[in-house]
């Protein structure tokens, strides 16, 4: 680093440190919140609750109560007494970032869990970000590789997309994000785990990502016993990097598993501020919040944001309403078939399910009628599926259902891949023309 740049490091912890600072005392505590009188400040405010021996809680401001306000301590509120001191940090909060965060794996907080140093903030970015607006925006048009054939032919990803990845639990998700994570043809990779279960972190970065995917990726992680004001904030860290990184001119992947996770941190902290529980107890900002997170990744004048969300169907219910209000907000998803996964077909993508709304923009007229025309024959399969397997079916009364039927060893054959594989988008295209051909 430039002694400049030193400097400017030194400068900026220094503007965040004030000389005073306002002061409350603490009331009421409970597992999760604390109430005090005082200090003044605003929702969404640092804050810290100071106990008599000096040890400090980090927390935010999550709501007031009346004239009290109600903070929320990001680890627990173990130790907290009545009569302890809330102090307002008057600052939003943020995440150091710099090109040291490339290879780096880090809580929400940004330390490091792998044992290895910190790296040097070069600046500080607000994890709450804001949106570009919507005539800021550049039009997506190039078509972004992920190495996963299916996707590639079927389903193309333009650069600055937003997909969501809808599926249960152990239907193979975190497979298909380690395959798109060392595929992807992007400069950088950032992954936010959100509320994991804290083996599956090891096992993620180890196999799913792998020493290849871990080089040029920033994993950001929040197990599933941490405080909700951490889950949170470790897809907003994951963002606030995928911002910073795209502000420098780079095209970035982002992927954050999961979304419904993040969603179920918020409802916590919404009922924590007295919110009231709308649809299946979900809490309304918990819906502003995540259209505000997707909002954020996009195609921009100075590089770009590619971001997958993963989505929990629970029971694969796809009327869940969070798995319906992020499909409204998303440019496309990609659904997992429980079916699928149980015969060996991985990854487990139901092609008719799922859908590019970007693909038009980003396809050639050429490709889009191959692809159309898979998704055609695999209809007709699925339509005569069962009189098919029953043998109720007799060859020669319908000649596209024929086809079909000849035709799906190939199809399924194309529209599978080994996890360890990486296919390039010429090649998927190819092999697409040519078994439609």
Same mark, same amino acid.
């Given at each position: 680093?430039?002694?400049?740049?030193?400097?400017?490091?030194?400068?900026?912890?220094?503007?965040?440190?004030?000389?005073?600072?306002?002061?409350?005392?603490?009331?009421?505590?409970?597992?999760?919140?604390?109430?005090?009188?005082?200090?003044?400040?605003?929702?969404?405010?640092?804050?810290?609750?100071?106990? +008599?021996?000096?040890?400090?809680?980090?927390?935010?401001?999550?709501?007031?109560?009346?004239?009290?306000?109600?903070?929320? !301590?990001? +680890?627990? #509120?173990?130790?907290?007494?009545?009569?302890?001191?809330?102090?307002?940090?008057?600052?939003?909060?943020?995440?150091?970032?710099?090109?040291?965060?490339?290879?780096?794996?880090?809580?929400?907080?940004?330390?490091?869990?792998?044992?290895?140093?910190?790296?040097? @903030?070069?600046?500080?970015?607000?994890?709450?970000?804001?949106?570009?607006?919507?005539?800021?925006?550049? !039009?997506?048009?190039?078509?972004?590789? #992920?190495?996963?054939?299916?996707?590639?032919?079927?389903?193309?990803?333009?650069?600055?997309?937003?997909?969501?990845?809808?599926?249960?639990?152990?239907?193979?998700?975190?497979?298909? &994000?380690?395959?798109?994570?060392?595929?992807?043809?992007?400069?950088?990779?950032? &992954?936010?785990?959100?509320?994991? +279960?804290?083996?599956?972190?090891?096992?993620?970065?180890?196999?799913?990502?792998?020493?290849?995917?871990?080089?040029?990726?920033?994993?950001?992680?929040?197990?599933?016993?941490?405080?909700?004001?951490?889950?949170?904030?470790?897809?907003?860290?994951?963002?606030?990097?995928? /911002?910073?990184?795209?502000?420098?001119?780079?095209?970035?992947?982002?992927?954050?598993?999961?979304?419904?996770?993040?969603?179920?941190?918020?409802?916590?902290?919404?009922?924590?501020?007295?919110?009231?529980?709308?649809?299946?107890?979900?809490? !309304?900002?918990?819906?502003?919040?995540?259209?505000?997170?997707?909002? *954020?990744?996009?195609?921009?004048?100075?590089?770009?944001?590619?971001?997958?969300?993963?989505?929990?169907?629970?029971?694969?219910?796809?009327?869940?309403?969070?798995?319906?209000?992020?499909?409204?907000? $998303?440019?496309?998803?990609?659904?997992?078939? *429980?079916?699928?996964?149980?015969?060996?077909?991985? @990854?487990?993508?139901?092609?008719?399910?799922?859908?590019?709304?970007?693909?038009?923009?980003?396809?050639?007229?050429?490709?889009?009628?191959?692809?159309?025309?898979?998704?055609?024959?695999?209809?007709?399969?699925?339509?005569?599926?069962?009189?098919?397997?029953?043998?109720?079916?007799?060859?020669?009364?319908?000649?596209?259902?024929?086809?079909?039927?000849?035709?799906? !060893?190939?199809? /399924?054959?194309?529209?599978?891949?080994?996890?360890?594989?990486?296919?390039?988008?010429?090649?998927?295209?190819?092999?697409?023309?040519? $078994? #439609?051909?």
């Amino acid at each position: 680093m430039q002694g400049g740049d030193l400097l400017q490091a030194y400068q900026v912890q220094l503007a965040r440190r004030a000389s005073w600072r306002w002061t409350g005392e603490v009331r009421e505590a409970g597992q999760q919140t604390v109430i005090a009188d005082g200090p003044l400040c605003s929702v969404g405010e640092c804050c810290e609750v100071i106990e +008599r021996n000096g040890r400090r809680h980090p927390g935010e401001v999550i709501g007031f109560r009346g004239r009290r306000v109600l903070a929320m !301590p990001l +680890r627990n #509120t173990e130790g907290i007494q009545y009569g302890d001191r809330l102090q307002a940090l008057g600052m939003r909060p943020s995440l150091p970032v710099g090109a040291g965060m490339v290879g780096s794996l880090v809580d929400a907080m940004a330390m490091p869990l792998d044992g290895r140093r910190a790296p040097h @903030p070069e600046q500080w970015w607000p994890l709450d970000g804001v949106a570009v607006g919507p005539l800021e925006r550049v !039009p997506i048009s190039a078509p972004l590789e #992920t190495g996963v054939r299916v996707l590639d032919g079927m389903l193309t990803v333009g650069r600055g997309q937003r997909v969501g990845i809808f599926g249960g639990s152990g239907v193979g998700k975190s497979t298909l &994000i380690g395959m798109m994570t060392r595929g992807t043809a992007a400069d950088v990779t950032v &992954i936010g785990l959100v509320g994991e +279960r804290g083996r599956e972190v090891r096992e993620f970065v180890e196999e799913s990502l792998g020493e290849e995917g871990r080089r040029r990726a920033s994993v950001f992680v929040a197990t599933a016993e941490e405080s909700p004001l951490l889950r949170m904030r470790a897809a907003q860290a994951a963002m606030a990097a995928a /911002e910073y990184f795209a502000s420098q001119g780079k095209h970035v992947l982002l992927v954050l598993d999961s979304l419904t996770r993040y969603a179920m941190a918020a409802r916590e902290v919404g009922l924590a501020a007295g919110e009231p529980p709308t649809s299946k107890g979900y809490t !309304p900002s918990v819906f502003t919040r995540m259209a505000r997170l997707v909002e *954020r990744a996009g195609n921009f004048s100075r590089g770009s944001i590619t971001a997958f969300f993963t989505v929990l169907m629970e029971g694969d219910d796809q009327q869940d309403p969070i798995v319906d209000a992020v499909r409204s907000y $998303l440019d496309g998803h990609v659904v997992l078939s *429980r079916t699928l996964a149980s015969s060996g077909h991985y @990854p487990p993508i139901d092609v008719l399910d799922s859908l590019s709304r970007l693909m038009p923009a980003v396809t050639s007229e050429q490709h889009r009628k191959h692809a159309a025309i898979v998704r055609s024959l695999l209809a007709t399969y699925r339509r005569s599926e069962d009189l098919i397997r029953i043998g109720a079916y007799k060859t020669g009364t319908d000649r596209e259902l024929d086809r079909a039927v000849v035709l799906l !060893p190939q199809i /399924e054959a194309y529209l599978q891949q080994r996890s360890d594989e990486r296919i390039s988008l010429e090649s998927s295209i190819v092999q697409l023309e040519e $078994l #439609t051909s």
